[in-house]
């Protein structure tokens, strides 16, 4: 049926949920599928990868997604809060 559709020069594409990508060998030899260390959990997790591929951007993933609060001191400060206002909101409990 794939190869019909593809025949018929129509869009087509297979529809599965996201967890039967990640033993798809195509999936994984475009890169669909990355594997990222997180060391605080002792193993590796499968991430999505590269949504297309661009050779002249290669797409690569920077790091693990961040755990519960680890970039708050980064957003806050992006914010504009000094550490003096994030004490202040913190001992309100509004962060």
């Not at 297979?14 to 060391?39: K, Q």
């Not at 609060?69 to 004490?87: H, Q």
């Amino acid at each position: 049926m794939f190869h019909l559709g593809q025949g018929l020069g129509l869009t087509w594409g297979a529809v599965r949920a996201p967890e039967d990508w990640l033993d798809d060998p195509h999936a994984v030899a475009r890169g669909s599928i990355v594997d990222v260390d997180h060391r605080e959990i002792g193993r590796t997790v499968s991430y999505a990868g590269a949504p297309f591929i661009a050779p002249a951007s290669p797409w690569r993933i920077r790091r693990r997604a961040p755990l519960l609060g680890e970039d708050n001191v980064e957003v806050y400060a992006a914010l504009g809060l000094d550490e003096s206002e994030r004490e202040r909101l913190s001992a309100r409990g509004i962060i």
